[in-house]
């Protein structure tokens, strides 16, 4: 039985580990905690392993987990949908090899669970039956019994009828990236990382049908032959297409709309009303309304996507100042496809990204990057060594030298202690040989660990992001999906706001006034605020619920990130950092919200802890969507309300009269 097991299981993951290896180094997923014995260890791919071998008290931390069955059960008794073995091998060979493609991947999950921090505040200790379930950042946390992992279609369907049935929740969850953990409920989640074919590619028209749990760069890789690739993509390609449609992510370009525009057509399964194949010639109001609905409508298992010929793109990346940028800006933004900037607090210095197609047969500009790698990353490096000595003083004693030149400051946004005045070592200190394998975004962090709330620290990692960008210049080609792609850090606090801009022909340049007074807003209330302040553009949405919707296709929006990064493994000094991102994030939005009609990116936004501002919240929302149409088409779709979570229900309560429809 072992054996024929093992050959249904290592088939599957020999097809499919060759893509969770970059997953596991690279970082973005979904990650939960179980008992192992009772568990299927699932790479964030696809695939299953019996996992029995493991003891009784071994956790794994880092990849998808769900509950050994076998046959097609459902919830309930529990039950699970999980496939059936196939008849044993005959050879004692292959067993050799099963298990040792066993050790392998016992092996990477032993590696996952040390190297992948915990969240804060989690009990490891979870029931056989218990999932706990974080999201990248470890900012988020579920703790549930029902963690489904369909298969196919029908399986999907069979598991929203019986979950509706009986009232089980069942909140569509993707890759688990979002920053706020949207897709999280302590009460019962659904995955279609298991469900990620490439069903279709359609040459005529240049679009592409897969089942939703397919990541982004599946779908690239899989296009690239055909000459084909996608439209635009966020800053990394880890997203479950699902995911990244239902909560309108996007790239950045003036005439590039957010990703739920690519939605050419998707099939949505209700609890209420069945199986539904929605187009913009097939109910439209529904479909449109549907493409950017958060999960709350049904769970979206395929989807349709129009695509564009691949092309390679020339990047150019330069460090100007705000004077420059701003006579230039309206310029850049005509003639640039892909166009970002970087604002560095603290300094005047702005990072320029600007990214065009490489007209086929045309060479690319001889000006390569005029430093070498180890050159760019000296400014990181050399201040690593400087800092790690003094820490190095202050471990063994001399916290009097630390304190006069890393000094504790208490900074308006909220009085956070440093760790240099306890004469704490954040981190090991590395040496070169460790340094040196380090990336541009972990020197980054391995930087900020030494004293994140210190603003004068804070201020020094900034001048060294500084230069490296200069060091950086230059231009570089590569094919889309790779130009488009960059470093996000490591796990972080984000606040994003998309809001509009004018048009491209006539931009009214409201948008460069929104990072300036965020770099005000720094200075003045002494924020230790990290870099960057990233900036994008993107043209309108016809999603009702994208946060870039016009009824204009001319509106151009304009997308601003905050950010403040938690490298730190502690509790204390991430509760620390959280709650001084949440005061740097609610004083931009005193300041700025408003006035710039300015709406958070719904894998970002966060719901307020207090009574009063998440009414003032639920206002906001209701002025700029159309709620009361979201909420009839889940009454209709999700009478039972299975589909839905706390965060859900927070920013969107159902009234009296809908409750007892949905009942």
Known sequence: MLRGDLKRQVIAISRCWYRTLPLLSRGPGLFATATASKYHLLPSTSSLLPFGSIGESATVVGLYLRPQFSGSQLIGGTRYFCSSGSSASSSDAFLGKSLAYVALIVGSGLATYYYFPRPAKVDQKVGSDEHVVTNWSGTHVARTKVCIQPESLEELEAVVVDANSKRQKLRPVGSGLSPNGIGLSDDGMVNLALMDKILNIDKQTNQVTVQAGARVEQVVDALRPHGLTLQNFASIKEQQIGGFTQVGAHGTGATLPPVDEQVVSLRLVTPGKGTLDLSANN???????????LGLLGVVAEVTL???PIQKLLEYTFVTNKNEVQKRHKKWLQENKHLRYLWIPDTDAVVVVQCNPLPNGKEPPKLGRKYSL???????????????????TAKEGDVQETEKSVSSVTVKAGSMSSSAARGEEPVGIL???????????????????????????????????AEYWK????????????????????QQWVAEVCFPTGTLKIPNLTDLDYPKKVLELIRREEIPAPAPIEQRWTASSRSPFSPAFSSSAETLFSWVGII???????????EDITRCFFEYRQAVQRQLWDSFAAYEHWAKIEIPNDEESLVQLQEKLRKRFPIDALNKARAELDPNGILTNHFMNKLFPLDRSQKELAV
């Open 564 to 574: 403040m990064y938690m490298p730190n493994l502690d509790d204390k000094q991430r």
């Open 431 to 465: 040496s070169d040989s460790e340094l040196s394998e380090l990336s541009f975004s972990e020197l980054r962090d391995r930087l900020l660990d030494f004293d994140p709330l210190n603003r004068e620290h804070v201020k020094r990692v900034n001048e060294a992001e």
């Open 374 to 392: 180890d050159k760019r990353l000296e400014p990181f490096r050399s201040l690593y060594k400087e800092l790690s000595t003094k820490y190095r």
């Open 471 to 490: 060091r950086s210049e230059g231009y570089r080609v590569g094919w889309s999906d790779d130009i488009l792609g960059f470093e996000c850090g490591g």
């Open 306 to 308: 129009q695509c564009v």
């Open 283 to 293: 109910d439209p109001e529904l479909f449109y309304l549907s493409r950017c609905s």
